[in-house]
C-alpha cells in the first residue's frame, strides 16, 4: 500500500497517492491544479488513478480534482455539505468505499470549513486504519484555522474544530498515521504546529492543540488567539472550487512581448511583475513594475497583493523562471497572464525606454541613518503580530499586503526605508512606493538583525523604547 506524498513549500500544501498495489487502483487526495505530478507518479507505480478525494472546499489554492479528473475518468468524492457543483460523489460521515481491495472511511470533522470531511484508510481485512487523511482539520502539532469563511461563523466553527479533533485521538489507535493537508508555511494553519509532514494519532494525543487544552473553551480561546493576517486571494478559491475551476488542459505559455507592446500595456493599467532577484531588480528595472523575487513564496505574494485575476505581465529571467512563475500564479486562480517581457530589463533599455533604481543598505547603514540629524522615515511592512513583538522606535506600520492601499499615508517629504524580517517583503515594498513615486532604500536583513545588534525597540503596544539589547527573543522568526 504505497502513500507518496507531495509537498509544495510555498503554499504549505500536501497532497497524496494511495496506490492498492493488488489491484493497481489508485487513489489522489487533495491534488494541486498542476496534476501532471500525480500522473507521473502513478505510472511510476503502474496504477490507474479511479478515485479523487477532497477533504474540503480549500480556501488556499484552486483543487486539481476537476483537472485530475479530465485527465483520468477517475471520480471525485468530497463531503456532501461542499454541495460541488460539478459531477462528483457526496461523501457523508461513516460511508465506506473501496479503491481495488483498500476502504476508505468517511468521517465528518467540521472546523476547518462546515463540510470538512476526513478519510481513514484500511488495507484489505485489516482491522484498524492504517492512515487517516485529515485534510485542515488534524494538522501535525496544530489544528487548522477556522476564521476563513464569514466572521459571524468563526466561534461556532472552533467549537467544531475542538470536537472533530477529539473524535480522531479518541477513536483512531495510537499507530494510526496522520496525513494532513495544510503543513508548514500554511496560512490555512493556527495554533502552532511544528515542520514535520506526518504524525501519528500517537504523537497527537500529545501535540495537538485539543489534547494540549484543559477543556473545549480554553482550546476556543487558544485557536482564535493564534489569528494572523492571510493572503487577500483566499476570498475567492471557495467559490471557485465550489462550481469547479475551469479545465485547462495543459499549463499555458505566455506570450513574449515586445518592449513596447508592454509599455503600451502597463499605460492602460497592466501589472507588471518582475520576478528577478531583489538585488537586480535595485539596481535596474521598469519604472512602475513590481519585484516579487520568484520563490517558493512568489504565488503567495502576487496573491495578496494584485487584485484578484486581474492581467499582468511577468519580468522572468530564463524558462525556467517563466514556468515556475506561471505554475504558481495557476494554482490560486491568476489565469490572465498577458505575456513576459521579451529580452528583459535589457530589451527595454536597447529600445530607448528609461530603467529605474533605489537604493539598497543593511542594518548597520540604517542604525546609522536613524541616528541621524536627518533620519529616513521607516516602513515596516511585517505582520502586525510580528510588529507587537518588537520593532523600531518611530517605524511607521503598514504591512506589505495593505500598502498598495495606504501608499498615501508614506511621508513624501523625505526618504523611505522599507524593512521587514528578511529583506523578502522590504523588497517587494520598496517597489509598490517607488512606482507612486517614493523616493526608496530597501533594508536587507530585518527587524530580528536590528535586535540582535541590541539596537532599541518597541514591543508590543508600549511607546517607549527598551535599553539598546533588550529583548530580541521578541522578535518573530515568521514568513519571510
Same mark, same amino acid.
Given at each position: 500500500?504505497?502513500?507518496?506524498?507531495?509537498?509544495?513549500?510555498?503554499?504549505?500544501?500536501?497532497?497524496?497517492?494511495?496506490?492498492?498495489?493488488?489491484?493497481?487502483?489508485? /487513489?489522489?487526495?487533495?491534488?494541486?491544479?498542476?496534476? /501532471?505530478?500525480?500522473? /507521473?507518479?502513478?505510472?511510476?507505480?503502474?496504477?490507474?488513478?479511479?478515485?479523487?478525494?477532497?477533504?474540503?472546499?480549500?480556501?488556499?489554492?484552486?483543487?486539481?480534482?476537476?483537472?485530475?479528473?479530465?485527465?483520468?475518468?477517475?471520480?471525485?468524492? =468530497?463531503?456532501?455539505?461542499?454541495?460541488? $457543483?460539478?459531477?462528483?460523489?457526496?461523501? #457523508?460521515?461513516?460511508?465506506?468505499?473501496?479503491?481495488?481491495?483498500?476502504?476508505?472511511?468517511?468521517?465528518?470533522?467540521?472546523?476547518?470549513?462546515?463540510?470538512?470531511?476526513?478519510?481513514?484508510?484500511?488495507?484489505?481485512?485489516?482491522?484498524?486504519?492504517?492512515?487517516?487523511?485529515?485534510?485542515?482539520?488534524?494538522?501535525?502539532?496544530?489544528?487548522?484555522?477556522? &476564521?476563513?469563511?464569514?466572521?459571524?461563523?468563526?466561534?461556532?466553527? !472552533?467549537?467544531?474544530?475542538?470536537?472533530?479533533?477529539?473524535?480522531?485521538?479518541? !477513536?483512531?489507535?495510537? !499507530?494510526?498515521?496522520?496525513?494532513?493537508?495544510?503543513?508548514?508555511?500554511?496560512?490555512?494553519?493556527?495554533?502552532?504546529?511544528?515542520? &514535520?509532514?506526518?504524525?501519528?494519532?500517537?504523537?497527537?494525543?500529545?501535540?495537538?492543540? *485539543?489534547?494540549?487544552?484543559?477543556?473545549?473553551?480554553?482550546?476556543?480561546?487558544?485557536?482564535? $488567539?493564534?489569528?494572523?493576517? +492571510?493572503?487577500? +486571494?483566499?476570498?475567492?478559491?471557495?467559490?471557485?472550487?465550489?462550481?469547479?475551476?475551469?479545465?485547462?488542459?495543459?499549463?499555458?505559455?505566455?506570450? $513574449?512581448?515586445?518592449?513596447?507592446?508592454?509599455?503600451?500595456?502597463?499605460?492602460?493599467?497592466? %501589472?507588471?511583475?518582475? @520576478?528577478?532577484?531583489?538585488?537586480?531588480?535595485?539596481?535596474?528595472?521598469?519604472?512602475?513594475?513590481?519585484?516579487?523575487?520568484?520563490?517558493?513564496?512568489?504565488?503567495? +505574494?502576487?496573491?495578496?497583493?494584485?487584485?484578484?485575476? $486581474?492581467?499582468?505581465?511577468?519580468?522572468?529571467?530564463?524558462?525556467?523562471?517563466? *514556468?515556475?512563475?506561471?505554475?504558481?500564479?495557476?494554482?490560486?486562480?491568476?489565469?490572465?497572464?498577458?505575456?513576459?517581457?521579451?529580452?528583459?530589463?535589457?530589451?527595454?533599455?536597447?529600445?530607448?525606454?528609461?530603467?529605474?533604481?533605489?537604493?539598497?543598505?543593511?542594518?548597520?547603514?540604517?542604525?546609522?541613518?536613524?541616528?541621524?540629524?536627518?533620519?529616513?522615515? =521607516?516602513?515596516?511592512?511585517?505582520?502586525?503580530?510580528?510588529?507587537?513583538?518588537?520593532?523600531?522606535?518611530?517605524? #511607521?506600520? =503598514?504591512?506589505? %499586503?495593505?500598502?498598495?492601499?495606504?501608499?498615501?499615508?508614506?511621508?513624501?517629504?523625505?526618504?523611505?526605508?522599507?524593512?521587514?524580517? @528578511?529583506?523578502?517583503?522590504?523588497? =517587494?515594498?520598496? @517597489?509598490?512606493?517607488?512606482?507612486?513615486?517614493?523616493?526608496?532604500?530597501?533594508?536587507?536583513?530585518?527587524?530580528?538583525?536590528?535586535?540582535?545588534?541590541?539596537?532599541?525597540?518597541?514591543?508590543?503596544?508600549? &511607546?517607549?523604547?527598551? @535599553?539598546?539589547?533588550?529583548?530580541?527573543?521578541?522578535?518573530?522568526?515568521?514568513?519571510?
Amino acid at each position: 500500500m504505497p502513500i507518496e506524498q507531495f509537498q509544495l513549500d510555498g503554499l504549505g500544501h500536501l497532497s497524496y497517492l494511495v496506490v492498492d498495489d493488488a489491484s493497481g487502483a489508485a /487513489a489522489v487526495v487533495d491534488p494541486r491544479r498542476d496534476v /501532471a505530478i500525480y500522473l /507521473a507518479a502513478a505510472g511510476r507505480h503502474g496504477a490507474h488513478i479511479t478515485h479523487i478525494l477532497e477533504t474540503h472546499l480549500h480556501n488556499d489554492y484552486v483543487s486539481g480534482a476537476r483537472e485530475l479528473a479530465a485527465r483520468t475518468g477517475a471520480a471525485i468524492v =468530497i463531503g456532501a455539505g461542499a454541495q460541488a $457543483a460539478y459531477p462528483h460523489l457526496p461523501a #457523508r460521515d461513516g460511508e465506506r468505499f473501496p479503491v481495488g481491495e483498500l476502504t476508505f472511511e468517511v468521517l465528518a470533522t467540521p472546523g476547518h470549513t462546515p463540510e470538512h470531511v476526513s478519510y481513514a484508510l484500511r488495507a484489505a481485512h485489516a482491522p484498524h486504519p492504517h492512515a487517516v487523511f485529515t485534510g485542515g482539520s488534524m494538522l501535525v502539532g496544530g489544528a487548522g484555522r477556522t &476564521d476563513l469563511l464569514p466572521s459571524e461563523s468563526t466561534l461556532a466553527l !472552533t467549537h467544531q474544530q475542538y470536537h472533530s479533533l477529539r473524535r480522531l485521538l479518541d !477513536t483512531l489507535p495510537d !499507530t494510526t498515521l496522520v496525513y494532513p493537508t495544510h503543513g508548514a508555511g500554511s496560512f490555512c494553519t493556527a495554533g502552532g504546529g511544528g515542520l &514535520d509532514l506526518a504524525s501519528t494519532i500517537a504523537q497527537e494525543r500529545v501535540a495537538s492543540p *485539543a489534547a494540549q487544552s484543559s477543556d473545549e473553551d480554553d482550546f476556543t480561546r487558544r485557536q482564535m $488567539a493564534s489569528f494572523t493576517a +492571510y493572503p487577500s +486571494y483566499y476570498a475567492h478559491m471557495r467559490a471557485i472550487n465550489q462550481r469547479g475551476p475551469r479545465i485547462l488542459g495543459e499549463l499555458p505559455v505566455p506570450a $513574449a512581448l515586445a518592449p513596447r507592446a508592454v509599455h503600451t500595456r502597463q499605460h492602460k493599467g497592466t %501589472a507588471l511583475v518582475d @520576478s528577478r532577484r531583489r538585488d537586480a531588480f535595485a539596481r535596474e528595472h521598469v519604472p512602475g513594475s513590481l519585484n516579487i523575487e520568484l520563490d517558493a513564496s512568489f504565488g503567495t +505574494y502576487a496573491g495578496w497583493i494584485l487584485p484578484f485575476n $486581474a492581467p499582468l505581465m511577468l519580468v522572468v529571467e530564463d524558462e525556467a523562471g517563466q *514556468a515556475e512563475a506561471v505554475v504558481q500564479l495557476i494554482r490560486i486562480g491568476y489565469e490572465r497572464i498577458a505575456g513576459t517581457l521579451r529580452g528583459g530589463v535589457a530589451a527595454w533599455q536597447a529600445d530607448g525606454y528609461p530603467v529605474a533604481a533605489f537604493e539598497r543598505i543593511d542594518i548597520d547603514q540604517l542604525y546609522a541613518r536613524w541616528q541621524g540629524a536627518d533620519p529616513p522615515a =521607516i516602513v515596516d511592512v511585517r505582520r502586525e503580530d510580528e510588529w507587537r513583538g518588537g520593532h523600531i522606535p518611530g517605524a #511607521r506600520h =503598514i504591512s506589505v %499586503a495593505d500598502l498598495p492601499q495606504r501608499a498615501d499615508e508614506v511621508p513624501r517629504d523625505r526618504p523611505v526605508a522599507v524593512i521587514c524580517a @528578511s529583506g523578502y517583503r522590504a523588497a =517587494i515594498g520598496a @517597489s509598490i512606493l517607488a512606482a507612486t513615486g517614493h523616493t526608496v532604500t530597501a533594508v536587507q536583513g530585518g527587524v530580528p538583525d536590528w535586535l540582535l545588534m541590541r539596537h532599541p525597540i518597541v514591543s508590543g503596544g508600549d &511607546d517607549a523604547p527598551t @535599553s539598546p539589547g533588550g529583548q530580541a527573543g521578541d522578535a518573530t522568526h515568521a514568513h519571510p
